[in-house]
């Protein structure tokens, strides 16, 4: 059965979507654990742009994972190993917070896909340059073309 994207991943780019996977990934790898699936990293990285965003570390089921995840069965089935597995705490009254040990490796992960983001932007901005200097040497050869026949 193939897995729907949960509903932040509809609005996100491809690079975005990928990003939060790789950044759910390494702190899954940073705690050992090898048996995660996608949708728990999809999952985990909805809290992670949650917490990029806000600056907050607490979620509230109903205002975060209710509007961006999947839906209700599958939200708790992912979230049931992120708690047994500690990346997340029950705070009760459908609230969940990160917790305090990782959210230190939370902020370096953060700050490393940071720099990946301007190191993408920048070769972006170099390409289109590129490109726009083609295209002007492509006009010029064909305006003396034009002028010579």
């Not at 759910?24 to 705690?31: N, R």
């Not at 002007?136 to 003396?144: A, F, L």
Request: hydrophobic share 35%.
């Amino acid at each position: 059965m193939k897995e729907r994207e949960p509903g932040l991943f509809k609005s996100l780019n491809s690079y975005t979507r990928q990003r939060q996977v790789f950044a759910s990934a390494v702190i899954f790898k940073a705690h050992g654990w090898c048996e995660w699936e996608v949708g728990h990293a999809k999952l985990f990285g909805i809290l992670l742009w949650q917490y990029e965003m806000k600056k907050q570390g607490k979620f509230k089921y109903s205002k975060t994972l209710k509007k961006e995840g999947y839906g209700r069965t599958h939200n708790y089935r992912l979230l049931k190993p992120l708690l047994s597995k500690t990346f997340l705490r029950k705070e009760g009254n459908g609230h969940y917070t990160l917790v305090p040990e990782d959210v230190r490796l939370i902020q370096e992960v953060s700050k490393i896909l940071k720099q990946l983001d301007n190191i993408g932007k920048q070769a972006e901005v170099m390409q289109e340059s590129v490109n726009i200097v083609s295209s002007e040497r492509i006009m010029r050869k064909n305006v003396k073309q034009n002028h010579v026949g």
